[in-house]
């Protein structure tokens, strides 16, 4: 049987080691039938993903801060060169904020790191979706697919500006799908729970959010980064052709719980 991507072109940013996230969707995407590219930020890690892409015989690696307009529009003209103008998938699995304000009091934030946060982990979803509306509209319609968390609509203890900045970003998820719908671009988030990557160490307190997840989850059990891949690769495919602006929550039903 052929795989759900056969033919497709896909662009994934987020990998930063074989731990995220975003390399799990990119894997499942690869696995089957797409053509991934990838995305880096910073020569430190650039080796882990070069070494990754490799393994999925990726036609395109680059360096990309979310930060600079300058990158991402690099990014895309890359993109479109590699693969004749046309994109299908966007794979958004981004977000950082300074560890100290993941430790502290929210109230503490200052100004600089709370933009910081807030620019790195969502308007990073629309300056890359609006860079990818052209590719996408050139191949009749796309996908695209950001992570988040319950903390953008929960108090969590700790996760702080992090909440802030998903709680814009799943707003705009959802701004992104009205405006992109009309060229038939779907726009998607995953709510995942506590998985243990690079991003999940430096929030506080981690270990505890793990234990009582495990605790309160009708499921009690944690979930994979595969789980999102997989949860990923639906929304990414045909299969989903008419869900937009939805956030699928892959946390062992922990969300559906009052305690
Ligand atoms: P990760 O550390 O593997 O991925 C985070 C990525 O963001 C890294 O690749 C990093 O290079 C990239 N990044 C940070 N600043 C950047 C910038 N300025 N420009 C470009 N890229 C930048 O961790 P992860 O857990 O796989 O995180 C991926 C996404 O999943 C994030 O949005 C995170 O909030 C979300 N998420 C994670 C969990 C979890 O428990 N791990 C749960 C829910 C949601």
Not at 35 to 45: D, L
Not at 52 to 57: Q, R, W, Y
Request: with cysteine; glycine share 8%; proline share 2%.
């Amino acid at each position: 049987m052929a795989g759900r991507f056969e033919g497709k072109q896909a662009l994934v940013l987020g990998v930063a080691n074989q731990r995220s996230i975003a390399w799990a969707i990119a894997k499942r995407l690869a696995d089957e039938g797409a053509a991934v590219a990838f995305t880096y930020q910073g020569e430190r890690i650039e080796k882990n993903v070069r070494d990754l892409a490799a393994s999925v015989s990726s036609p395109l690696v680059t360096e990309c801060d979310v930060r600079s307009d300058d990158d991402v529009a690099r990014v895309f003209s890359e993109v479109s060169d590699t693969f004749g103008g046309g994109l299908d998938i966007l794979v958004h699995s981004v977000a950082f904020a300074a560890a100290e304000d993941l430790e502290g009091r929210f109230v503490d934030t200052p100004r600089d790191r709370f933009w910081m946060a807030v620019d790195i982990s969502a308007y990073s979803l629309v300056a890359c979706s609006r860079a990818a509306e052209p590719l996408m509209e050139a191949r009749g319609g796309g996908s695209i697919v950001t992570m988040t968390y319950l903390g953008g609509e929960r108090a969590v203890p700790h996760y702080n500006v992090m909440g802030v900045a998903k709680a814009t970003l799943d707003a705009s998820v959802r701004y992104l799908a009205w405006d992109l719908g009309f060229k038939n671009i779907r726009v998607n988030a995953i709510s995942a729970g506590p998985v243990r990557t690079l991003a999940a160490r430096s929030i506080a307190g981690f270990t505890t959010m793990q234990t009582m997840f495990e605790e309160r989850a009708p499921l009690h059990r944690q979930i994979e980064s595969d789980d999102c891949g997989a949860a990923a690769a639906y929304l990414l495919s045909d299969d989903a052709a008419n869900v937009s602006g939805t956030t699928l929550y892959v946390d062992a039903g922990y969300h559906a719980m009052g305690m």
